[in-house]
């Protein structure tokens, strides 16, 4: 067991999550664990409180309290990445160079492990080493039932310069999804902020609700936050294909603001009253018959300056089994979509 330490945070170092930070220092803490110490006041940054998600600068001091040994692990020992999982997580891969890794995550894996989630991207990612000593870093996270493009960053520098790109709005993603009903304009932005609901109730603290725009400054908590949507094809007024664009990332975002306007995405429980069938008024995220009940959004593909190279790169991912089925029921194929559906806008 160590003592208390103060650690300054060295100019490669800075411009970077405070839980990232503490992971690559001291492994043997698991993701949990170091929420648990920030959220106790156990790690301060120059003597103040963070949040797990705070971000450390070159120079700031950071107090850890006393850890086990770098060869003592909290709880369980994490289990070596099995032989099917690493060819899992390496089928991923659709993009790969000596500084970034990207992979079209499946619907259902989580990004990051949390409460009761043991078997995520995070821990897979041991496997995507390819030959470097060090695992790859999530730069940004999906939800556990989005599917999609989803990058990794294989050096330190290349994780500072993708982050920093995202957090100032320099990358670009587009999102499809099958929603109920038929959004009307078919072209529009949802300006709804988001707050985090509060209260009781199992899983209620990781709702997002939203509150109109001329509330937000005066609603505590609560988060501006923009999505462009484009509808591109629909089936009578039952469901349509629709494009999206986070021009803010917040939690939920694109699963809340599509739900705010009537419109859930098919097969979202958390917003769109999953056991409520649509019945073509908009709401319902079940249309019943051959569509699969399950989360039809899809993190189609990501724009970004490479970190290196500073050329411009596209990513795309192919759809789930699931969308691709409910495509191929409505008659759509991914050709029918524009190359940029917000171009103009």
Known sequence: MSRVQQIEVTPDEGDQRIDRWIRNKFPQLKQGQIEKLCRKGEVRVDG?????????????IVRMPPLPDAHVTYGKEQARVSDADAKLIQSCVIYRDEHIIAINKP????TQGGSKQTRHVDGLSEALKFGFEEKPRLVHRLDKDTSGVLLLARTRQAAKSLTAAMRHRETRKIYWAVVAGVPRPYLGEIKYGLVKAGGGGRGLGEKMLCVHPRDVDRTEGAKRANTLYSTLYRVAERAAWVAMEPITGRTHQLRAHMAEIGHPIIGDGKYGGSSQENLG???GAKIGGAVSDKLHLHAREMRFEHPETRKQITVTADMPEHMAETFETFGWTPELAANDPFEGV
Request: glycine share 20%.
């Open 48 to 60: 103040g409180r963070v949040k797990s998600s705070s971000r450390v600068e070159a120079g700031q």
């Open 281 to 283: 008024d908009g709401w």
């Open 107 to 110: 619907s259902g894996l989580p």
